[in-house]
């Protein structure tokens, strides 16, 4: 089977790409695959136009770095991987810095018919941002699309309800096991005048509000006047979050670590140097998380917002030791939004005082994360959905957005027929397919 694999690759700082690139060799064994990113796009036409492909792979995440596939996938249907199955904070900001106001109105009114009216004027008036949590934008691609996967079960039966036409499927994700240097723990934590026998709470992945850096913070004050062997490191760029410098004001500068963006092998070095990780969400697009699962391969004690898709995570309340799931063993402490700082502050002090315990949730962590997130489990979950997608038949989407149906072809048809050219050297979109374009 030959595949065309759209999706952001490394040296890209993306989740998705490190995905991709992980998931990818294993793949290989089985297929031939081409990866197509933002430079092979435009060749993908003319490649596919002479070979075709037997299926078109989409790797689709709410960032900018994969604008450049959304011209493609209406023209080219296939299975698309829905990473995050909210998108309207890249749609919107696609469309409306490109001065698209128009076409973006046509296309939330198509996503979202039932909003309220008008409502669509706040977002081309500039004041968009976590508002746009409550409008997923995802219509158009659940109606191009042949196949969508998801990485959570919750979230795939929650969009075969909204989409019943549309085949929904879920994948894995998977994550490697970790390989730090031998001395990772002991350089890492000297480096940054951290005692070997400290506590060491650990954030990683880009820094944004929305992983609760805040809370985090505010939390690690109240336990760090406790006592003096915590330390809390941010393991992750941090240039789109503006207030970190006045978050971290008021903490003890020498127990707290700012890395900047860590390169994947100085991210398994500085998890060794860790001893429970905080990966909190909110609000959230409903994604899965790669860190997350980076520190339960490490066997780090891991703390959760607790979300609505993650009910199915065995987990266990700080406040109470309540676990959520009866005879299962803890692999995370859940964090009640509603009271998420008196819960991360009595998560915090558990781990800190608690030494057994703090491995006992890592190793179990683990044992998870060995049962269901290996990249082979990732692997063979996509093998199966690719045969699937690739037997799937091409879905009628005569009702898409104009912006969408357009084939752009228009201006070149003119000016042939100002030459009495009528030969249609240009082939019409089809009423299923349409052109691949910058412009959708």
Known sequence: MRLAWFSPLPPVRSGVADVSARVLPALERDAAIDRIGVAEAHDFVCAHRRRPYDLVVYQLGNASCHDYMWGYMARYPGLVVLHDPRLH?????????????????????????????????YAVAGLGG???????????????????????????????????????????????????????????????????????????????????????????????????????????????????????????????????????????DHLAAADACLCLRWPTALESSASWLECLAAGRATLISDLVHLVDVPTIDPRSGRPSHAGAAPIAMRIDLLDEDAALLAAMRTLANDGPARRALGDAGRAWWAAHHTIDAMAGDYRRVIARAAAAPVRDARDLPTHWRDDHTGRVRAILTGFGLDLDIVPPASIQQHAATDDV
């Open 130 to 268: 976590p508002i746009y949590y409550q409008w997923p934008m995802v219509r158009t691609v659940m109606r191009c699309a042949r196949l969508v996967c998801v990485h959570n079960a919750r979230v795939a039966a929650d969009l075969r309800d909204a989409f019943p036409d549309t085949p929904v499927d879920t994948i894995r994700l998977g994550t490697p096991a970790p390989s730090p240097a031998p001395d990772a723990r002991v350089r890492v934590r000297g480096a940054r005048g951290i005692d070997p026998s400290a506590c060491v709470f650990a954030a990683f992945g880009k820094i944004t509000a929305e992983k609760r850096i805040g809370a985090i913070v505010r939390a690690f004050a109240a336990l760090a006047a406790e006592r003096e062997d915590v330390h809390l490191m941010l393991a992750g760029d941090a240039s789109e979050y503006a207030a970190l410098t006045a978050d971290l004001a008021a903490l003890p500068a020498r127990r707290v670590h700012v890395t900047g963006y860590l390169a994947n092998d100085a991210v398994d």
């Open 89 to 121: 904070h890249a749609r919107a900001r696609q469309l409306l810095q490109a001065g698209r106001f128009d076409d973006y109105r046509r296309e939330f009114w198509y996503d979202h018919p039932e909003a309220v009216a008008d409502v669509v004027e």
